[in-house]
């Protein structure tokens, strides 16, 4: 049986790929969401420490850092949803992946702790737009009979190269002794997700009473 499961979920793995390969923009899509999934990644595992080394963080003020930081991405995910239906998911993404990388990077140079409790929370409101229009994206270009495995392989896509940007923050923390050169790996990792998004944009039909 386990044989079984195990034949028939790469027998689906590659019926996905087939039919993303098939799908326009689609695995070029895939390939920018990665990128920056990555670097999402990497900034949810490294800040806290980045935030304790770099600006001597307490236990208690990165706690505090925490719920500032899902607060601001609870609204914007709502912020996420309005741009979503109006202008499309592909723009969404590009402005929120600009939001983020401009926050990002004022984390990085500044000196100034306030500064970065500032820009730190303000990343929150580019997160949640950048996942909900992924998915957003993924649902209209999708066909119905393939949506199912699709979305998986866009879970499967987004964990194989999970390890890279903590892999890569650690590696330039050793080597420099500096973490904010580990840092910057977010952004590059942005960057790319955002050079590699597909230029044409689709858009959500929407029925009014």
Request: hydrophobic residues 50%.
């Amino acid at each position: 049986n386990n044989k079984n499961n195990k034949n028939s979920a790469i027998l689906s793995l590659k019926t996905s790929i087939i039919e993303a390969r098939k799908t326009p923009n689609l695995l070029r899509f895939l390939l920018a969401r990665m990128a920056y999934n990555d670097g999402l990644i990497t900034l949810f595992a490294f800040g806290g420490i980045y935030a304790a080394k770099v600006f001597s963080f307490s236990q208690f003020e990165i706690i505090l850092f925490a719920i500032g930081l899902n607060i601001s991405a609870g609204m914007g995910a709502i912020i996420g949803g309005f741009l979503d239906d109006n202008i499309g998911p592909i723009k969404t993404i590009k402005v929120a992946l600009i939001g983020l990388f401009l926050c990002g990077l004022v984390a990085i140079i500044t000196p100034y702790k306030m500064i970065f409790w500032i820009v730190g929370v303000g990343l929150g409101l580019f997160v949640g737009p950048v996942q909900s229009a992924s998915r957003t994206y993924l649902s209209l270009t999708a066909s119905d009979k393939h949506k199912g495995g699709l979305f998986g392989l866009y879970m499967v896509s987004g964990k194989l190269t999970s390890f890279i940007g903590p892999f890569l923050y650690g590696w330039l923390v050793m080597m420099s002794g500096n973490e904010r050169y580990g840092m910057a790996v977010v952004l590059l990792l942005i960057a790319l997700g955002f050079v590699l998004l597909p230029s044409k944009d689709v858009t959500r039909i929407i029925s009014h009473p």
